[in-house]
C-alpha cells in the first residue's frame, strides 16, 4: 500500500517543526543544579586548564559538592564577566585580576568581604602577603583574597649570554639602570640579536617609573604625576631603549605588542638577551629552546621597585543569602594553602600565601628571590596601584604612548599630549573614590 | 399564492453573497495565509528580538547615566550633547568616512572589473568564481591575522615583494601615514568576492540582443559598455554601493586586530570607540547616543541613496 504525502501539508508541518523546536530551546535552561560551586577564572592554555581542573576536583574532595568553573581566555575575560554580572549569571565567586578590582569595587559590582572575614575566626588574613592584601583592597575595604602575587623581574637567555662571553647577572643585587643599558647594547650587536624586550605599554612603563621614584597616580591631588621629573627621566630612558639605543626588537604591530604575551614571544625565539616579565611566565618560558633564568629587575634612582601585580577571588554583590555563605566557603577553598600548593606546584605563579609560597619550586634556579622579593629581603617591589577607571587611563595611553616608542615623536612630546586629558582622569577617579566612601 | 419555480430552487446560493456579508481573503484562504505566517514568524520573531528591540533599547538607553551595574539615572540628552566636545569621537567618524569613501570604491572597480573579465566566457569559470569568493567567504578576524603577518616591515612578503623592485616598504601598520591604507587594502581583498558575485549575476541576464545590435551599430567597447553594460548593471551597483557603505560604517573587527585604532586613535573606527565606551568604560548611556549618532547617519546616507537612485539606476533601456 502506497500513502501519498501532499506538499502543502508537509511544509505546514515544517513549520509548525520548526516553531517547537524554537520555542523549546528558548525555553532551555543549562545552568548548574542548585548547590553547585560555581565560580569563574580566565585560562588560555592547556596548562592553564590543567591547573584549573586540578582546583575543581580539589573544590570537589573538600566541600563535597559539584565544582562547576567557566573558563575563558583572558582577553575577553573582563567583557564576559561584564555581562555575566550584569545577567546574573556570574559565577559565586569571580576570579578578578588586581588591577581590575577598583573598577569592580567602586561600581559595586562586588560586595566587600569584611563581615565575612571578621566573622571567620579560622580565616587567616594575615598569611598572605602584604602586596597582594594592598592591591585586593579599596576604600580601605577588602574585596578579594588573592591566589597570586609577584614582582616583575628580568628574565635572561643565558646561553646567548655565555655565546657572548658576558656573566650572568646577580640574582641577589640588582644591576644599574646604566649598566643594564651597556648590557643591552653590547648584546645587540650581531644582526638580528637584541638586548631587551618588553611591550611598550603604561603596564610594563610602570615598573621603570616605580624605580625612578615616580608614578601614575596621586591620590592626594586632582593631577598625575606623570610628567614629573622622576616619571619622565623613566620614561625617556625605556623610549631610548627602543629608539636611540635600538636593542629592542622592532616593533612590527601595536596590537601583538600590546599583548602580555608579545614580549614573550620575542624571548622565545632565543635572540633576545633580557626581558621583563612576571613569574606568571615561568610556565611558558620552561618551553624555551635554551637555559635561562630570572635575575631582579634594574635598581633606577629609587632602588629596584618594579611593580608587584596580584589576582584574587571575589565574590559578586548578587549573591546572597544561602549562596553568600556558600560562596565565602567555596572563596575560602579556592584560596586555601590547599589549593595554592597546586597553583604553585604547577609553576603557574607565586601563590599569594606565605604558607603556600615553597611550593613554587625551580627551575629555575632563581625561583626563589620571587619570595624573598615579596618578604623584603631582596631587592624590592611596588604595588600595583591603579585607578577606578584604569581601562580608560590604560587605554589613554596605549595610544599615544607608542608614539614615542616608535620615534614619531619625542617622550616629552608624547607626555605633553596626553596630560590633560589624564588629569581629566584622575579628577573622575577621585570623584568615584569620594562617592564610594 | 405564490408557486416557487424550480429556477428559483435552484439558485439557492452555494457562497455567500458577494458585499458586506463576504468573507475577508484571509479567511478564504485562511489555511495558506497562516501556513505562510508560521513560515514568517521566526523570522518576524528574529528581527522583533534582535534588531528593532536593541535599537529601540539603544534609543532609551541614550538617555540614561548607566554603568552596568549601578541603577541607571534619566538624563535626558545630556549624552548626546556630550559629543560636541568629544574630539575621539569626531575623529573616529571621520576614519570611519576615511575608509568607507576610499573602500567602497575601490571594492566596486575591482568588483566590477573582476566580474567583466569572468564575464567573457572563460573556460572553468565556476572555478575562478569560487576561488575569487574565498576571501569573502573567509572569517574576517583570520584574514586579517594574516594580513597582519603581510604587512610585517622587516619580514613581510609585501615588503619582500616591494623590495625586490627596490622600494624600501613602508612600516605598514604602526606608520601614521600608512595604517589606513593598509587597512583598506585589507578590506578591498577581503570584500570583492560579494560584488563581483552580484555584478556577475547582473552582466548574465543582459540580452545579447543588445550587444548585437551595439555591434551592427559599429559602437565601440567603451561605448557598448556605457550604453548598455552599464545602465543594465545599475540595479547591481545600486545595490552593492547600498550594502558595502552600510558595511564600512560599521568597520570593526579588522581594525580591532591588525591596528588597535592605533597607532594614536589613526585607525579607530566609530563601532570600535562605542564598544569600548561601552565595555571598557561602562558609560552605556554615551555609547548608546554614539550608536544613534551612527544609525542616522547610515540611514541619512541610505536615504540619499534610495533619491539618488531614480535618476541614476535603470531596471530597463
Known amino acids: 500500500m502506497s500513502s501519498s504525502f501532499p506538499r502543502r501539508a508537509l511544509l505546514k508541518g515544517a513549520a509548525l517543526g520548526g516553531l517547537a523546536t524554537t520555542g523549546a530551546l528558548s525555553g532551555c535552561s543549562s545552568g548548574p543544579p542548585p548547590g553547585t560551586a560555581t565560580w569563574s577564572m580566565w585560562s588560555s592554555s592547556p596548562e592553564e586548564n590543567r591547573v584549573w581542573a586540578d582546583f575543581g576536583r580539589y573544590v570537589e574532595r573538600r566541600m563535597h559538592i559539584r565544582s562547576a568553573s567557566t573558563l575563558t581566555p583572558s582577553d575577553g575575560y573582563p567583557t564576559k564577566l561584564d555581562l555575566q554580572l550584569v545577567s546574573g549569571t556570574a559565577g559565586m565567586v569571580t576570579a578578578l585580576n588586581g588591577w581590575l578590582i577598583p573598577t569592580y569595587a567602586s561600581r559595586g559590582a562586588h560586595r566587600p568581604l569584611d563581615d565575612l572575614i571578621a566573622a571567620d575566626p579560622d580565616f587567616d588574613l594575615d598569611d598572605f602577603y602584604p602586596a597582594i592584601r594592598s592591591i585586593s583592597s579599596f576604600a580601605d575595604h577588602t574585596y578579594a583574597i588573592g591566589f597570586d602575587v609577584a614582582p616583575t623581574v628580568l628574565y635572561y637567555n643565558r646561553t646567548l649570554l655565555e655565546r657572548n662571553g658576558v656573566d650572568p647577572p646577580s640574582p641577589t643585587e640588582p644591576m644599574s639602570w646604566d649598566t643594564f643599558r651597556d648590557l643591552a647594547i653590547e648584546l645587540s650587536k650581531p644582526k638580528d640579536q637584541y638586548g631587551f624586550t618588553c611591550a611598550p605599554t603604561i603596564d610594563d612603563l610602570v615598573s621603570w617609573i616605580y624605580c625612578a621614584g615616580g608614578d601614575v597616580l596621586d591620590g592626594d591631588r586632582d593631577t598625575s604625576p606623570l610628567d614629573a621629573p622622576e616619571a619622565l627621566q623613566a620614561i625617556h630612558y625605556v623610549v631610548d631603549l627602543f629608539v636611540k639605543d635600538r636593542v629592542t626588537p622592532p616593533i612590527d604591530n601595536l596590537v601583538a605588542q600590546n599583548a602580555s604575551g608579545a614580549s614573550l614571544a620575542n624571548f622565545l625565539q632565543g635572540n633576545v638577551a633580557f626581558m621583563q616579565n612576571g613569574p606568571w611566565q615561568v610556565l611558558n618560558v620552561r618551553k624555551a629552546p635554551f637555559t635561562w633564568d630570572i635575575v631582579p629587575f634594574p635598581a633606577g634612582p629609587a632602588g629596584s621597585t618594579p611593580r608587584v601585580s596580584g589576582s584574587g577571588f571575589a565574590i559578586p554583590s548578587g549573591v546572597k543569602d544561602d549562596d553568600l555563605d556558600l560562596a565565602w566557603r567555596l572563596l575560602k577553598t579556592l584560596t586555601s594553602t590547599g589549593a595554592l600548593n597546586i597553583y604553585a606546584r604547577a609553576g603557574r605563579n607565586n601563590p599569594a600565601r606565605v604558607s603556600a609560597a615553597s ?79 | 399564492m405564490a408557486v416557487e419555480t424550480p429556477a428559483a430552487a435552484t439558485a439557492a446560493p452555494r457562497r455567500p453573497p458577494r458585499g458586506p456579508l463576504r468573507r475577508p481573503r484571509f479567511w478564504r484562504h485562511g489555511s495558506e495565509t497562516v501556513a505562510a505566517w508560521l513560515f514568517l514568524l521566526p523570522s518576524l520573531a528574529g528581527f522583533l528580538v534582535f534588531t528593532a528591540g536593541p535599537v529601540v533599547a539603544a534609543g532609551v538607553i541614550s538617555l540614561l547615566d548607566w554603568n552596568l551595574f549601578s541603577p541607571p539615572h534619566f538624563i535626558g540628552l545630556d549624552n548626546f550633547a556630550r559629543l560636541g566636545p568629544d574630539t575621539t569621537f569626531w575623529s573616529a567618524l571621520g576614519n570611519t568616512a576615511y575608509f568607507t569613501f576610499v573602500s567602497v570604491p575601490l571594492t566596486l572597480l575591482v568588483s566590477l572589473g573582476l566580474a567583466l573579465l569572468l564575464n567573457q566566457g572563460l573556460r572553468r569559470m565556476a572555478v575562478f568564481r569560487s576561488l575569487l569568493l574565498l576571501p569573502y567567504a573567509t572569517i574576517t578576524v583570520a584574514v586579517a591575522f594574516v594580513w597582519v603577518w603581510l604587512y610585517i616591515p622587516h619580514d613581510g612578503l609585501i615588503n619582500a615583494v616591494l623590495g625586490a623592485f627596490g622600494i624600501d616598504g613602508p612600516a605598514w601598520l604602526v606608520s601614521d601615514d600608512w595604517a589606513m591604507p593598509a587597512l583598506i587594502l585589507m578590506s578591498v581583498w577581503k570584500s570583492f568576492g560579494f560584488g563581483m558575485v552580484i555584478f556577475l549575476a547582473g552582466l548574465q541576464v543582459i540580452p545579447q540582443q543588445l550587444y548585437e545590435a551595439a555591434r551592427v551599430d559599429g559602437a565601440s567597447p567603451w561605448r557598448t559598455f556605457r550604453a548598455v553594460t552599464l545602465p543594465l548593471l545599475s540595479p547591481s551597483v545600486f545595490f552593492t554601493v547600498v550594502t558595502s557603505i552600510i558595511g564600512s560604517f560599521q568597520v570593526f573587527d579588522q581594525a580591532l586586530v591588525m591596528t588597535d585604532g592605533g597607532p594614536g586613535s589613526s585607525t579607530t573606527t566609530l563601532v570600535m570607540y562605542i564598544y569600548r565606551t561601552g565595555f571598557q568604560n561602562y558609560e552605556q548611556g554615551y555609547a548608546a547616543a554614539q550608536s544613534m549618532v551612527l544609525f542616522a547617519f547610515i540611514v541619512v546616507i541610505t536615504a540619499a541613496q534610495f533619491l539618488l537612485q531614480r535618476r541614476l539606476v535603470h531596471y530597463d533601456l
Do not use: C, Y
Open chain 1, 359 to 437: 611550593a613554587f619550586e625551580p627551575p629555575p634556579a632563581n625561583l626563589g628571590i620571587v619570595q624573598r622579593i615579596l618578604k623584603g629581603e631582596v631587592a624590592g617591589g611596588h604595588p600595583f596601584n591603579v585607578t577606578t577607571n584604569w581601562n580608560r587611563v590604560r587605554l589613554l595611553l596605549g595610544q599615544d604612548l607608542p608614539r614615542a616608542f616608535l620615534g614619531q615623536v619625542s617622550a616629552r612630546e608624547a607626555i605633553d599630549g596626553v596630560m590633560p586629558r589624564l588629569n581629566a582622569l584622575m579628577r573622575q577617579h577621585r570623584d568615584a573614590v569620594r562617592q564610594a566612601t
